[in-house]
């Protein structure tokens, strides 16, 4: 039987993060992963450079975080996005 501190080894360092959260815990100090240009491009089936024009100035307005040059997204502000986006065109 491996100890405490060897039994983990060839796991990630979030997997083992992920594991130590339990199920009743708070998850709000856990922010979801945020996306991609190429994420979202991939989500919406469009191209890098349209998710890019959207987020910068075209409509319809993608909702975005800048992080200095690097344009970065939240899936659920995309998710109501699609939606928002579905109830103007219907």
Known sequence: MSGVNG???GMTASERFAGS?????PRHA????L???EDVAALLRVSPDWVR???SRKQPRLPVI????L???RSHEIERWIQD??????
């Open 35 to 37: 996306l991609t240009v």
């Open 71 to 73: 344009l970065r997204f």
């Open 30 to 33: 856990i922010s979801p992963a």
């Open 53 to 55: 024009d959207h987020a």
């Open 85 to 90: 986006v579905a109830q103007r065109t219907c």
């Open 21 to 25: 959260v339990k199920p009743n815990e």
């Open 7 to 9: 039994g983990e080894s």
């Open 66 to 69: 800048r992080v200095g040059k």
